[in-house]
């Protein structure tokens, strides 16, 4: 590999660039240069010497998380945190550093299609610190306020930190090409025609896998128009929600408190502002936790529903790391019940104990498929959520490098794992009482076949609710039902699916 300062124009088609997406772990390993951990260490430590010595504190700690993402399989929202603590970044400049990391990773499918295209080679071939100084260097020209002088010298000067002298004549001639067009004429440039090509077209011009575009396209039953819209919310930083938890808090309240909103449609949400919500006193309190708005209405559509007879045994089949099981644990203190909530990661299920502390939850850590065994008796439970593990693709806004992460080979083992859980919850409920089914995924092999296909396997009759009367009155765009599909372009909350099953047999 090398980074001799010659770049040039490639375009979109044949081999070019502008058609190719980053993939899962493609800057890992060895052909990628991923640097062991003492050359990671020294890299940290060139950042924190070339911070001391007045280097810009936001794009340093910004290189250093997008490194971590890509070389180590890091989270962006685990790692950055970490970083600035570690650099010492604080308000403005934390701020500036996660918009360049989420900013960038989310872009990395663009960025990565007009980097190739000034460079006049494929992102792979550049070596590992220029290629994500480029990423971090193009984002900034092409989609912030930053000057263009500003952020050449300032990527420039930060290749220097990191990696010496050798590449920056690259970078510079690399970034200077990038700034001579806008964001919109680069797109044009390299982007699929949208009348031939519809599904390349977003891809590129939205930053998504194509995979990706074409589940979510079929999911709004091939309206590329919502679909668009869709991808667009995805690479806006969503809001943080708030959950007031009932009996505790009350969300008019709990907004004036916290100086936030009360929500749209649950009546516990809150939206907030700004600020980091695990220092609100009611957080700390146990008032209240985050959780998005969707996550919400899921749980209180299967505590509406209605059951016959009985209604005192909750059981929440798969509960890490406890958001669901802290809203229905705080009914169940309401409704004289009691939640059982399973999970199976031990680590996950000390998460659960932490959040539903104070509730009448008991935890348990084990497999929610042993239904039958032990505290899982048969047709022992009056309703039962399964908040099914699934790809995550309803929640992209939230983990930006999740979507260069997943594959369509991640589906076959979630989506058997789904129907198995499923399978189970029935066994687990009572006849007349209600499983619900959700996902944070729009994938249809996630939701409506999973559904289906469980529903075949099952040891006893199910019949599909209508969840609609089960969300707030007046909500718009809930579908034809009898499931529910809530989006992010539609709601301003996670994808979330909404599936409730009643036990007839
Ligand atoms: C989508 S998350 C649940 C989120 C949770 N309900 C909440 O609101 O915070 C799915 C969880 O299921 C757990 N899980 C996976 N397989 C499981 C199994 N066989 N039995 C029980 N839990 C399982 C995962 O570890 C993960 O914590």
Known sequence: MSNDPAPGRRTATGRGPGVRRPERGRDRGDRSGAPPREDREAVADRIRRAIARGGDPARHAAYQAIMAVNRDDAYANLVLPQILRELGVHGRDAAFATELTYGTL????????????????????????ARDVLRLGAYQLLYTRVPAHAAVSSS??????????????????????????????????LAPDPDTDPVGNLALTRSHPQWIVRAFAEALGGDLGETEALLAEDNDPPAVHLCARPGLADAVELADEVGGAPGAFSPYAVYLSGGAPGELAAVRDGRA??????????????????????DRRWLDLCAGPGGKAALLGSLAALRDARLTAVEVAPHRAALVEAATRGLPVDVLCADGRDVGAGALPESGFDRVLVDAPCSGLGALRRRPESRWRRSPSDLPPLTRLQRELLVAAVRAVRPGGVVGYVTCSPHIVETQVSVTEAARRCPYPVELLDARPMLPEGMPNLGTGPTVQLWPHRHGTDAMFIALLRRVG
């Open 106 to 129: 989310r872009g990395m499918g663009t960025l990565d299609a007009i980097v190739a295209s000034a460079a006049g080679r494929e992102v792979e071939k550049i070596d590992p610190p």
């Open 156 to 189: 420039v000067d930060l290749l220097r930190a990191v990696a010496g002298a050798s590449a920056t004549g690259f970078v510079n001639a690399v970034l200077r090409q990038v700034g001579e067009r806008t964001l919109d004429a680069w797109l044009t440039e």
């Open 289 to 310: 936790h985050v959780q998005d708005e969707g996550s919400q209405l899921a749980a209180l559509a299967l505590a509406g529903a209605e059951v016959t007879g009985e």
